[in-house]
């Protein structure tokens, strides 16, 4: 698997529809895998299955306008994850990890629910669970996004993928 960083996005149409904009984009040149966005700092990750496929989009697609912004490319590491082998991933996957939200709070919120397999501390603040099924990560993920954390923030919510 091959990672392309991309640096100098916006997002004036939101994050989901920039997401979906992108995927399109990239895949007018090569088939993609997955996309990861971070909003706060303005770029993707974008994982293509071959070498040859992210070269390919590199070489398409840098300084590309997108937004009224040049794209700015280059081949780079997966997305990290505090979880040793796995890395952030936005297709559903038996894998999540929960943050900004103690991990004592997941357990009394998932205790009750069928399909969580475990929960594990993932240091201050964060946590990670696993699923019997990609089905059941899917709804856990919207009982977890349903509450805010004890101090009235955000909990943020990330599928993880395991690293081949």
Known sequence: MEFIEATNVAFPV???HTRRTLLRLFEMVQPVE???VDVQ??????????SSAAQEALISL???PLFGQALCLRVSPPP??????????TRPSKYLLVRNTPYLAVVVKL?????????????VNSCFVVAESVEDTVLLKEVLLSHPS???????VSYLRKVS
């Open 150 to 156: 004890r101090w009235g923030t955000d909990v943020f």
């Open 80 to 89: 990290a994850s505090p979880i040793r082998g796995y890395i952030v991933a």
């Open 14 to 16: 939101g994050l989901e």
């Open 62 to 64: 840098d300084g590309f």
């Open 111 to 123: 205790k009750h629910i069928a399909g969580v397999a475990t929960v594990t501390s993932a240091g």
């Open 41 to 50: 700092q303005g770029r993707a990750m974008i994982s293509f299955m071959e």
């Open 34 to 36: 997955d996309i990861v």
